[in-house]
């Protein structure tokens, strides 16, 4: 696989971010490259976003070695997923971050639209807020344009900002040819009056509806 950056340190070096991805409710994150996340540039200012910031970055590329207790150690852990979606958010809108996204969009690995009209369009997770502890991740159609919760309670409660408000329009816009068709199609309710009530009738439309609904 491509992805790692050679055969002999694959299995040792991607083990923290191998379980972290493969961790139930954790689908919607693609893998960061190993180069990505070992390059400081990339995360920088994030040493103040994180708590334990040093220890937690050591725990995602696997040069964690602090012998230290439970909680100290649930913190820690709990900190290692906070920075890993907050570079993620930065990775998703590199050109490799793209492609890998793009990818798991293909496979509808974030869901399909349940809106009737859009035909199981697949959709993209994306944030309302680019600040952390705001807002939960939200699914955006690019057919009918409307966003959505996703399902599953686990997804749910994803942090928006590890997708962050511009990951979506970025991808179109480097992949232009992926933008769908805008679906203008929308469900128009048959009318119970129009289709019950005669013309004639239409001076008592109140009374006739009123009738008629309660005979339904
Ligand atoms: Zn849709």
Same mark, same amino acid.
């Given at each position: 696989?491509?992805?790692?950056?050679?055969?002999?340190?694959?299995?040792?070096?991607?083990?923290?971010?191998?379980?972290?991805?493969?961790?139930?409710?954790?689908?919607?994150?693609?893998?960061?490259?190993?180069?990505?996340?070992?390059?400081?540039?990339?995360?920088?200012?994030?040493?103040?976003?994180?708590?334990?910031?040093?220890?937690?970055?050591?725990?995602?590329?696997?040069?964690?070695?602090?012998?230290?207790?439970d909680?100290?150690?649930?913190?820690?852990? @709990?900190?290692?997923?906070?920075?890993?979606?907050?570079?993620?958010?930065?990775?998703?809108?590199?050109? &490799?971050?793209?492609? &890998?996204?793009?990818?798991?969009?293909?496979?509808?690995?974030?869901? @399909?639209?349940?809106? =009737?009209?859009?035909?199981?369009h +697949?959709?993209?997770?994306?944030?309302? #807020?680019?600040?952390?502890?705001?807002?939960?991740?939200?699914?955006?159609?690019?057919?009918?344009?409307?966003?959505?919760? +996703? @399902? #599953?309670? &686990?997804?749910?409660?994803?942090?928006?900002?590890?997708?962050?408000?511009?990951?979506?329009?970025i991808?179109?816009? =480097?992949?232009?040819?992926?933008? +769908?068709? @805008?679906?203008?199609?929308?469900?128009? +309710?048959?009318?119970? =009056?129009?289709?019950?009530?005669?013309?004639?009738? #239409?001076?008592?439309g109140?009374?006739?509806?009123?009738?008629?609904?309660?005979?339904?």
């Amino acid at each position: 696989m491509e992805d790692f950056v050679s055969e002999t340190d694959s299995e040792y070096t991607s083990y923290w971010r191998d379980w972290f991805l493969s961790s139930r409710g954790n689908e919607y994150f693609c893998e960061i490259d190993e180069e990505y996340i070992m390059d400081r540039f990339n995360l920088t200012g994030l040493n103040t976003e994180v708590q334990y910031y040093q220890y937690a970055l050591e725990l995602v590329t696997d040069s964690f070695d602090l012998d230290c207790e439970d909680a100290m150690r649930d913190a820690i852990e @709990k900190s290692a997923r906070h920075l890993y979606g907050l570079v993620h958010a930065r990775y998703i809108v590199t050109t &490799r971050g793209l492609a &890998r996204m793009l990818d798991k969009y293909k496979k509808a690995e974030f869901g @399909k639209c349940p809106r =009737v009209m859009c035909n199981s369009h +697949p959709l993209l997770p994306m944030g309302l #807020s680019d600040v952390p502890n705001l807002k939960p991740v939200k699914l955006y159609c690019a057919k009918c344009e409307d966003i959505y919760n +996703p @399902k #599953s309670s &686990r997804h749910a409660s994803i942090d928006g900002a590890y997708f962050g408000t511009s990951f979506h329009n970025i991808l179109f816009q =480097v992949y232009p040819t992926l933008v +769908p068709t @805008k679906s203008a199609d929308r469900y128009i +309710p048959v009318s119970m =009056v129009s289709k019950f009530t005669p013309p004639q009738l #239409s001076f008592v439309g109140r009374i006739s509806n009123a009738s008629i609904c309660a005979a339904a």
